[in-house]
């Protein structure tokens, strides 16, 4: 009997630890986003430089914003319109600072011209730091476009939360070089 309770400690401590938040909203035109974040797990990763630097690699690269390991990331963006759901790429979103004292999902906005094309953009900080994101649905294909810890991005999407149009089309639908 004693050599099951180690096994059971260690399971209920690794539970105590990992934790996942789900926000959802709701943007004009029937649209609603789904963002599920939860604890950084580093055995799904590949981790490097932990030992030599204040930044970690986390997959080949610096996470953005965030020194050391990462505490939380994204694990998916869901958005629903129009019967459809899609699934907006997140790799490399940590720390998003999401919690409601900072807002939630409040810097999350965009639109959709119809149920196969939409533009979406965000803002994500905690403690000082920020980047932005910025996805596109085109014909049905999630992309994302922009992932960026700049300054000069950051002040952008916050002049101007909404992706742009072209012509009164959304952006997902103009033609791009």
Not at 10 to 15: R, T
Not at 66 to 90: A, C, D, F, H, R
Not at 136 to 150: E, F, N, P, Q
């Amino acid at each position: 009997m004693r050599a099951m309770t180690v096994p059971v400690l260690v399971l209920s401590c690794l539970a105590l630890k990992a934790h996942a938040d789900t926000y959802q909203r709701s943007l004009s035109g029937g649209i609603f986003v789904t963002l599920v974040d939860g604890s950084f797990n580093a055995s799904e990763h590949h981790i490097q430089n932990c030992n030599q630097a204040d930044t970690c690699l986390v997959d080949h690269l610096p996470p953005l914003m965030t020194l050391g390991l990462p505490n939380t990331e994204v694990k998916s963006i869901k958005v629903s319109v129009g019967g459809l759901t899609y699934t907006l790429p997140s790799s490399r979103m940590f720390d998003p600072g999401l919690s409601w004292k900072f807002g939630g999902l409040e810097r999350f906005t965009g639109y959709c011209v119809n149920r196969f094309n939409c533009a979406f953009r965000a803002r994500f900080a905690e403690a000082g730091g920020a980047y932005s994101a910025e996805w596109i649905i085109k014909d049905g294909v999630a992309t994302r476009t922009v992932l960026s810890a700049s300054n000069d991005i950051s002040a952008l999407f916050s002049e101007n939360p909404i992706p742009p149009h072209e012509g009164g089309r959304a952006l997902a639908e103009s033609k791009l070089p």
